[in-house]
């Protein structure tokens, strides 16, 4: 996946930072967060996940 949007990117298990198309940096968010965010999507019936299959 390809993303400027942080908040999408940290669903990823790591993130590369490109500057002038070579790799700047590679983080991997913590797991914990990502959890966490989940965890806030499955209460919330009103939050859509996107991404899925396609």
């Known amino acids: 996946m390809v ?3 942080r908040h999408v990117a940290e669903r990823a298990e790591r993130i ?3 500057v002038d198309g070579r790799i700047d940096r590679i983080e991997y968010p913590d797991e914990s967060a990502r959890t966490a965010d989940a ?3 499955e209460s919330d019936p009103g939050t ?5 299959d396609s």
């Open 3 to 5: 993303t400027h949007e």
């Open 16 to 18: 590369v930072h490109l």
């Open 39 to 41: 965890s806030v999507a």
């Open 48 to 52: 859509e996940a996107h991404g899925g």
